[in-house]
Nanobody
Framework: QVQLVESGGGLVQAGGSLRLSCAAS????????MGWYRQTPGKQRELVAT???????NYADSVKGRFTISRDNAKNTVYLQMNSLKFEDTAVYYC?????????WGQGTQVTVSS
């Protein structure tokens, strides 16, 4: 059984910063991809950023230059440093872990950016 526990969400003013963390536990294949997705009411969940166990990264165009994804393989933890936050970054942020045909999601953490 794999569990993902997210933390670090909250309320921040536009232009501010937040750091999200997601710790994975359980039987985890060492070669995997971890990532962050976000969702707002009435919209589909969208990719924010992903990072492989080899530390290759991928970002949505909307967050490039503002967000940085990183990971600690020894701790099975992924981080998302979010700088220069905008009102439109407001969403529930979900952590995702995947390998081969397995996909696991966290419970989500709310990020609210006030304008």
């Amino acid at each position: 059984q794999v569990q993902l526990v997210e933390s670090g969400g909250g309320l921040v003013q536009a232009g501010g910063s937040l750091r999200l963390s997601c710790a994975a536990s359980g039987s985890i294949f060492s070669i995997n991809t971890m990532g962050w997705y976000r969702q707002t009411p009435g919209k589909q969940r969208e990719l924010v950023a992903t990072i492989t166990s080899g530390r290759s990264t991928n970002y949505a165009d909307s967050v490039k230059g503002r967000f940085t994804i990183s990971r600690d393989n020894a701790k099975n933890t992924v981080y998302l440093q979010m700088n220069s936050l905008k009102f439109e970054d407001t969403a529930v942020y979900y952590c995702r872990l995947s390998w081969v045909a397995r996909v696991y999601w966290g419970q989500g953490t709310q990020v609210t950016v006030s304008s």
